[in-house]
């Protein structure tokens, strides 16, 4: 098969990484891929969201099947675009998408569906008065969060009244996430730890995939600024066998059984971002693709076939499809670009590790290699160490070795990643 996925980041270059293992990829090429994929595959200069260049690159190229990374093209409808045009394309549909696309929209599927989230209410600056008195009786903490796609940085955790009117007031009047915040969901707060639970499904049929915790904030003993994900750790040890069936039996199957209920065409990854509230499991929210840096913890643990997953996925046999996970734990810990999440510079020349420790793997995020050759940063998540050992201690141990020896100017990385499992 030939194959093209569509991404930049860390998730994209473990997609490729572990596509490129199957006897059934022929070509892979990656759009617009990084520094790192191009040793992969090929990358072709096309953003994600450039459906007619990407259609002209298909019919030369003769692409089997489009893989999709990031949510943006998802939501603006890559699955409806080209399955129309006959190409296999691993995603939802445009309106499935927005699952991720829009929290209200997600929370009204879960109240249909009875899955257990947190307590909600919408508002708009049609009801922003309303919204100030609801949140002046809120209950503290309060969550506020972005309707809307805002590259993971749209959710607030607000501990007082005063802090809450203000963010709310940012987010509606003075769109602090442009559209993405013209409509705000405001969410009950629940305590509890977070995991990532990742299924691939036809919309009838799923299989799960493997599951992650990660890191969101930039600050070791998670303190600071939310980021798009520090590290990540695999498996999470509170997932034992009697959780995972809840989460199975309360959400999963609820969530499929709502595409065939909703007639919502949905043929691709869904990510569970659920919190374990003391042994109960609660939906945070809904991404309709994978995680990043989740991906680069669950696919080095994936020994299936990836590309044969999909191929049953599309002909309708997933029901029949066999997903073997290793028994190893997996740690992955990020470089980011000093200053991020804030502002930060780019193009500062990266050295990488002249060898790597077994089953220790980089996984490029924000990188790109110069016609001369040379390695520069061009992001704020750089490039991730990810390693496999018998324990997450051990795990970490080893993914953080080996990011230390990668070097670029004003590089940062957390100590911590998986401490509370220690």
């Known amino acids: 098969m030939n194959i093209l996925l569509l991404g930049a980041g860390g998730r994209e270059h473990a997609l490729a990484w572990k596509m490129k293992q199957s006897p059934l990829c022929q070509q892979l090429f990656i759009a617009p891929g990084n520094g790192g994929t191009g040793n992969i595959g090929t990358n072709v200069p096309i953003g994600v969201n450039d459906f007619a260049a990407i259609e002209k690159f298909v019919a030369a190229n003769h692409i089997d099947l489009i893989v999709v990374g990031p949510e943006d093209p998802l939501v603006n409808g890559v699955y409806d675009y080209f399955t129309a045009k006959g190409v296999a394309v691993i995603g939802p549909s445009k309106e499935a998408a927005q699952l991720e696309g829009s929290k209200a929209f997600s929370k009204k599927f879960m109240q249909r569906q009875q899955i257990p989230t947190a307590a909600y209410a919408e508002f708009t600056a049609d009801n922003f008065e309303d919204g100030k008195a609801y949140l002046a009786q809120h209950s503290l903490p309060i969550v506020l969060k972005a309707d809307g796609l805002a ?18 007031a940012e987010m509606i009047l003075h769109k602090q996430f442009g559209d993405a915040s013209s409509r705000v969901v405001v969410e009950q707060f629940l305590s509890g730890i977070e995991i990532s639970v990742f299924v691939l499904t036809d919309g009838k049929d799923y299989k799960i995939i493997g599951h992650a915790k990660d890191y969101k904030r930039i600050g070791e003993g998670d303190t600071g600024l939310n980021t798009g994900g520090m590290g990540c750790v695999s498996p999470v040890p509170f ?12 959400i999963i199957e609820p969530t499929i059984n709502g595409f065939a209920k909703e007639d919502l065409v949905y043929k ?13 499991p ?34 309708g046999s997933l029901a029949n499809a066999s997903v073997k996970i290793d028994d190893r734990a997996a740690a992955t810990v990020m470089a980011v670009s000093g200053g991020y999440p804030g502002d930060y510079a780019k193009g500062k020349t990266m050295q ?5 420790p077994a089953d220790t793997m980089l996984f490029h995020a924000g990188t790109q290699l110069k016609d001369e050759g040379t390695l520069v940063t061009s992001g704020g998540r750089v490039i991730t160490a990810t390693s496999l050992a018998p324990t997450i201690q051990q795990a970490a141990a080893q993914a953080k070795a080996c ?12 100590n911590d990643i998986g401490y509370e499992f220690e």
């Not at 997932?239 to 309360?250: P, W």
């Not at 990488?352 to 790597?356: F, G, Q």
């Open 352 to 356: 990488l590790p002249a060898t790597l």
């Open 403 to 414: 990011i230390a020896q990668v070097q670029f100017e004003g590089m940062y990385f957390r």
């Open 151 to 168: 590259a993971g940085k749209g959710v607030v955790i607000c501990s007082t009244h005063e802090e809450a009117q203000q963010v709310f």
């Open 239 to 250: 997932a034992d066998d009697v959780f995972m069936q809840k989460v199975i039996d309360r």
């Open 282 to 315: 609660y939906v945070i929210e809904y991404n309709c693709r994978m995680g990043d840096p989740e991906t680069e913890v669950v696919m080095p643990r994936l020994q299936s076939d990836l590309v044969e997953l999909f191929v049953q996925l599309n002909n």
């Open 268 to 280: 691709g990854f869904v990510f569970f971002g659920l919190i374990n509230v003391e042994g109960e």
